[in-house]
């Protein structure tokens, strides 16, 4: 995927845990992604982060799973994108030049 958002496929994507990998420079969001609002459906997918750096949380204590409402693309610079996901608890930035969404097991 390229590092261009569809916000309206992101909204109500709850993020169930994030991992960092130093090693490759990736962050991995664990979520649930809806794949049809209508019927309130959603899959376990991984939203990798590639060659990301900079990634900071601001969000308040929170009960339950944070649920992005919105990712905005804040700055592009020698091929770097800078996003910002607003949630339901606050909000996260991350800097990176490549994002993927796969399966949970892919």
Known sequence: MATEFNTENFHDTYILSVFEDTATDTITMYVNFPVDWSESVYEKKRLIFLNAFNYQVHEMKFQGSP????????????GWTKFKLETNAGYREISCDSVDLVDENS
Request: glycine share 0%.
């Open 67 to 78: 649920e992005i409402l919105e990712i905005k693309t804040l700055e592009k610079k020698d």
